[in-house]
């Protein structure tokens, strides 16, 4: 099925696993390459990133065009070597790249002044590993569980990848009703599902091509007036999250349009509408409507027949590029059904009972250490999660093991700091993590967080996790959090 509307095919894209991978491989070996690995749901934006980052003059990598000041174009920088290889089980401690190992000395005579800052608050916990031996470089309570705010989403987007793939996409579906003359709108819990003739996710689930697809099955089917139930009984438990009503996140229901958001907004905190899955009925009988087709009543809910064929299907966003969007913009609603369809692919009910125990069950198969850690929710809005540093460092050192390129959507969704999402404004400017540093940003009331990779100086990617509690102010822990980065990226 073709989407006449938008352009896009059902048929998932072809080995989106290698494309991601070889963009990882190439993406995280030094300044510019570090902000250029494209992910499936903003290309034109990552190219921007290149750019900007060439234009500062930092380590080479890519054609500035033109001539500059009548000086010679400059040349694209090697590649760093071999910060992807050598992480497997058995794998050899050294490389042999002929980079030298990263001195854990060092990084310790300077991480150690910097973690007591007072201004991180009264606890702070570290994790620095070198994914390239699995080497821990610096650690201080690194085993001790947290809570990791928003960096719970790194978790969330290993267990879901490691569950379903990067290729997986969710279905959204109309069937015909129980009786003549109804058809039913069945969520899949699509977190890209869209009303709007540009989806703000790429090539995402759109009610448009649904609708269009719809009608034209109707009609050939003699029928121009319908009435229309719609589903939305695939997660179960409360929809609302235990820290009840927020503009942070809607209600998490199998069925809801651009995230229940009343305006044109895409990301970021606004409120939103209070039954999701009735909205997105709406929109959809009046998408038909102007389509030929009449839809006679107010939608209602209906339980789609068991066994119905579907009359149209429409497809999410790859899976890859939904983890992506989720961590470069700390997007909640997608953190919280990305859980539940861990849960659905784990035999589990899609509820947050069952997606904690979902998440759980597929970090601890990944041979990570979950002792102490709780999965309450996919988003980490709540203050129930407990991760610890060691566990945060070791799921990215996961996510760079060349033996599991499925994970890889961890490592290129991550904020680029000075130039995408959470970290745009962080380290940016001459800082020298700015494209250097990835990273998943946190913040609760008293609790700031940081964990991602950098690029050390020696060429050697690491990954590294920091949690703190109890900060008297949120502003100083950030820029903190961000001299610590910045001294990974420095120390060799």
Same mark, same amino acid.
């Given at each position: 099925?073709?989407?006449?509307?938008r352009?896009?095919s059902?048929?998932p894209?072809?080995?989106?696993?290698?494309?991601?991978?070889?963009?990882?491989?190439?993406?995280?070996?030094?300044?510019?390459?570090?902000?250029?690995?494209?992910? @499936?749901?903003?290309?034109?934006?990552?190219?921007?990133?290149?750019?900007?980052?060439?234009?500062?003059?930092?380590?080479?990598?890519?054609?500035?065009?033109?001539?500059?000041?009548?000086?010679? *174009?400059?040349?694209?920088?090697?590649?760093?070597?071999?910060?992807?290889?050598?992480?497997?089980?058995?794998? @050899?401690?050294?490389?042999?790249?002929?980079?030298?190992a990263?001195?854990?000395?060092?990084?310790?005579?300077?991480?150690?002044?910097?973690?007591?800052?007072?201004?991180?608050?009264?606890v702070?916990?570290?994790?620095?590993?070198?994914?390239?031996?699995?080497?821990? #470089?610096f650690?201080?309570?690194?085993?001790?569980?947290?809570?990791?705010?928003?960096?719970?989403?790194?978790?969330?987007? &290993?267990?879901?990848?490691?569950?379903?793939?990067?290729?997986?996409?969710?279905?959204?579906?109309?069937?015909?009703?129980?009786?003549p003359?109804?058809?039913?709108?069945?969520?899949?819990?699509?977190?890209?599902?869209?009303?709007?003739?540009?989806? @703000?996710?790429?090539?995402?689930?759109?009610?448009?091509? *649904?609708?269009?697809?719809?009608?034209?099955?109707?009609?050939?089917?003699?029928?121009?007036?319908?009435?229309?139930?719609?589903?939305?009984?695939?997660?179960?438990?409360?929809?609302?999250?235990?820290?009840?009503?927020?503009?942070?996140?809607?209600?998490?229901?199998?069925?809801?349009?651009?995230?229940?958001?009343?305006?044109?907004?895409?990301?970021?905190?606004?409120?939103?509408?209070?039954?999701?899955?009735k909205?997105?009925?709406?929109?959809f009988?009046? *998408?038909?409507?102007?389509?030929?087709?009449?839809?006679?009543?107010?939608?209602?809910?209906?339980?789609?027949?068991?066994?119905?064929? @579907?009359?149209?299907?429409? *497809?999410?966003?790859? #899976?890859?590029?939904?983890?992506?969007?989720?961590?470069?913009?700390?997007?909640?609603?997608?953190?919280?059904?990305?859980?539940?369809?861990?849960?659905?692919?784990?035999?589990?009910?899609?509820?947050?009972?069952?997606?904690?125990?979902a998440?759980?069950?597929?970090?601890?198969?990944?041979? &990570?250490?979950?002792?102490g850690?709780?999965?309450?929710?996919?988003?980490?809005?709540?203050?129930?999660?407990?991760?610890?540093?060691?566990?945060?460092?070791g799921?990215?050192?996961?996510?760079?093991?060349?033996?599991?390129?499925?994970?890889?959507?961890?490592?290129?969704?991550?904020? &680029?700091?000075?130039?995408?999402?959470?970290?745009?404004?962080?380290?940016?400017?001459?800082?020298?993590?700015?494209?250097? &540093?990835?990273?998943?940003?946190?913040?609760?009331?008293?609790?700031?967080?940081?964990?991602?990779?950098?690029?050390?100086?020696?060429?050697?990617?690491?990954?590294?996790?920091?949690?703190?509690?109890?900060?008297?102010?949120?502003?100083?822990?950030?820029?903190?959090?961000?001299?610590?980065?910045?001294?990974v990226?420095?120390?060799?």
């Amino acid at each position: 099925m073709c989407d006449r509307e938008r352009g896009w095919s059902e048929v998932p894209y072809v080995k989106t696993w290698q494309l991601i991978a070889v963009s990882a491989v190439a993406g995280l070996a030094l300044s510019v390459a570090a902000v250029a690995a494209a992910g @499936p749901w903003d290309s034109g934006q990552r190219k921007a990133e290149r750019d900007r980052a060439a234009s500062r003059g930092l380590t080479g990598g890519a054609d500035h065009g033109g001539d500059r000041a009548g000086g010679l *174009l400059p040349q694209a920088a090697p590649s760093a070597p071999g910060v992807l290889s050598g992480i497997g089980p058995g794998a @050899p401690r050294a490389t042999g790249s002929g980079v030298a190992a990263a001195d854990a000395g060092r990084l310790a005579e300077v991480l150690r002044p910097l973690l007591a800052d007072p201004a991180l608050g009264s606890v702070r916990t570290a994790s620095v590993i070198d994914t390239a031996t699995g080497g821990v #470089l610096f650690e201080s309570g690194a085993r001790e569980p947290m809570t990791p705010a928003s960096t719970t989403k790194i978790a969330t987007a &290993v267990a879901a990848l490691s569950a379903l793939g990067p290729e997986h996409r969710i279905r959204t579906t109309v069937t015909p009703g129980a009786g003549p003359g109804e058809i039913v709108l069945v969520g899949g819990g699509d977190p890209s599902l869209t009303a709007r003739k540009k989806s @703000p996710a790429g090539s995402g689930g759109s009610l448009l091509a *649904l609708a269009a697809d719809t009608a034209q099955a109707l009609k050939a089917a003699g029928t121009d007036s319908v009435r229309l139930g719609y589903d939305d009984t695939l997660f179960t438990g409360p929809a609302r999250h235990p820290i009840g009503e927020n503009p942070n996140i809607a209600p998490v229901t199998a069925l809801a349009a651009d995230e229940g958001r009343p305006d044109e907004s895409t990301s970021g905190p606004v409120d939103r509408v209070e039954d999701p899955a009735k909205e997105t009925a709406r929109s959809f009988a009046a *998408l038909l409507g102007e389509r030929g087709v009449k839809v006679t009543a107010e939608p209602a809910p209906a339980k789609a027949p068991a066994g119905a064929q @579907p009359l149209a299907t429409t *497809l999410s966003t790859p #899976l890859a590029g939904l983890v992506e969007r989720m961590l470069t913009n700390s997007d909640n609603d997608i953190a919280e059904v990305l859980a539940r369809q861990t849960a659905l692919a784990s035999g589990q009910p899609a509820s947050f009972e069952g997606a904690e125990k979902a998440v759980t069950a597929r970090l601890a198969a990944l041979g &990570v250490d979950t002792a102490g850690s709780r999965f309450a929710d996919g988003s980490g809005l709540g203050r129930a999660d407990r991760i610890s540093t060691g566990l945060l460092a070791g799921l990215l050192a996961k996510a760079a093991d060349p033996q599991r390129p499925e994970l890889r959507p961890v490592l290129t969704g991550l904020p &680029v700091a000075g130039f995408t999402g959470t970290l745009r404004a962080r380290n940016a400017g001459t800082s020298p993590a700015a494209g250097l &540093v990835r990273a998943k940003t946190g913040t609760l009331t008293g609790v700031n967080s940081l964990a991602g990779t950098v690029v050390d100086s020696s060429g050697r990617l690491l990954a590294f996790a920091f949690l703190t509690a109890n900060a008297p102010d949120p502003g100083a822990a950030e820029k903190g959090l961000d001299k610590l980065a910045a001294a990974v990226a420095r120390a060799s």
